[in-house]
């Protein structure tokens, strides 16, 4: 008899128990806990961190969408419409697809907006001094002159309606190595948004782009990494929600040649990788795609000129790091950044 009931215990709490934990868990696991994932495209780690259901699922379609759109802009691989497009200069007009052209225009419309310090045909300088390279070397003042030849946003026309581009002269490039991330960090937001996610996070090496905030509302917080520092190490902390928020660095790339260090940002009106006293930006914007081209932009300009651009802007803010470790940030920064010096010697310059 008490066999029987022990039995029937033990079968009852097989059946229901599982159902009863169900219950009492309603949102699911990853509405508390987020999902996680490390990835590898676009050249660059890939992080992303999704609350709610479904994440895994959905981390994988953001993931082939990235992969997909890299395929179409990159030219450090073969194939691809960027690649069509370089091939094709000087000759014809080349068909793109509507993504491919919406970068293409943003990545126009940034090379005018800065003056070229932004310049979608950087392509034949980027390759040539090709810092990704296992052995990279200093190109000589002649090669570097010849190719500054070839390089002029004005060269790049785009035919929207017939979703056309081409590059005016043979040899010329379109590099997008400036912009691309920050377009597919900005997919990888809608996606979320398309499977109703409120709250997730995305680092598509150094472009980071944010979906509402925390599960509890509070902001997320986005380290600003210390370019003089190991990765992980930070000189302050954005707190934001809904934003991207983009870095450029001499420290990404690199290579260094007779104690000179040379890194991927080049300055397009020297031929050589910018040298205007900044050694890290960020941008805080609503879509990374301008983020990430402002980014490049303004470490190009300098602080100056970069602070002026992004004033100008409206409804954009920066953080400008100097080689003398001093950081500025624009005024909307102020309330949301907070720096965090430790002993590495950064000062943190409140009033310009
Ligand atoms: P980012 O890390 O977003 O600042 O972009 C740097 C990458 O953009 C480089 O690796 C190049 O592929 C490309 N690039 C370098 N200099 C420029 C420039 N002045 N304008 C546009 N793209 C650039
Ligand atoms: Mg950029």
């Not at 309603?26 to 490390?38: C, I, L, M």
Request: with cysteine; hydrophobic share 40%.
């Amino acid at each position: 008899m008490e066999k029987r009931i022990l039995l029937l215990i033990i079968a009852f709490m097989a059946v229901c128990l599982p159902a009863c934990n169900m219950q009492s868990e309603p949102y699911g696991k990853f509405d508390t806990v987020p999902y996680e994932s490390e990835d590898f495209a676009m050249g660059t780690v890939i992080k992303q961190r999704i609350f709610g259901s479904n994440a895994e699922e959905i981390s994988r379609k953001v993931m082939e969408r990235i992969r997909e759109i890299e395929d179409d802009l990159t030219i450090n691989k073969q194939g691809g419409e960027i690649n069509k497009l370089n091939d094709f200069a000087g000759t014809d007009f080349v068909e793109v697809k509507e993504d491919t052209l919406k970068v293409l225009e943003k990545a126009k419309e940034f090379s005018e907006l800065s003056n070229g310090a932004f310049d979608v045909t950087v392509g034949p300088l980027v390759k040539e001094w090709d810092v990704f390279s296992e052995n990279p070397s200093v190109p000589s003042k002649d090669k570097v002159q010849s190719l500054l030849n070839l390089v002029n946003y004005k060269d790049l026309t785009i035919d929207k309606n017939q979703s056309k581009a081409k590059l005016e002269k043979k040899g010329q490039m379109v590099d997008l190595g400036a912009i691309a991330k920050g377009f597919a960090a900005d997919e990888a937001i809608n996606i979320y948004k398309e499977h109703n996610v409120t709250s997730a996070f995305i680092n598509i090496g150094g472009n980071v782009a944010l979906l509402g905030g925390k599960p509890d509302g509070s902001s997320w917080k986005v380290g600003i990494r210390d370019p003089r520092g190991s990765e992980g190490s930070y000189i302050g902390i954005v707190s934001t929600k809904d934003k991207a928020v983009v870095s450029s660095g001499d420290y990404q790339r690199y290579f260094i040649k007779d104690g000179v260090k040379y890194h991927h940002i080049i300055d397009p009106k020297t031929g050589y990788p910018a040298d205007s006293g900044l050694i890290a930006t960020t941008v805080v914007s609503d879509l990374s795609v301008d983020a990430d081209a402002l980014s490049t932009a303004i470490f190009v300009l300098g602080l100056e000129k970069g602070m002026e651009l992004i004033e100008n802007l409206g409804g954009v803010e920066a953080i400008f790091i100097t080689a003398r470790k001093k950081v500025y940030v624009t005024e909307g920064l102020k309330d949301i950044f907070q720096f965090e010096d430790g002993s590495r010697g950064y000062e943190y310059v409140k009033k310009r």
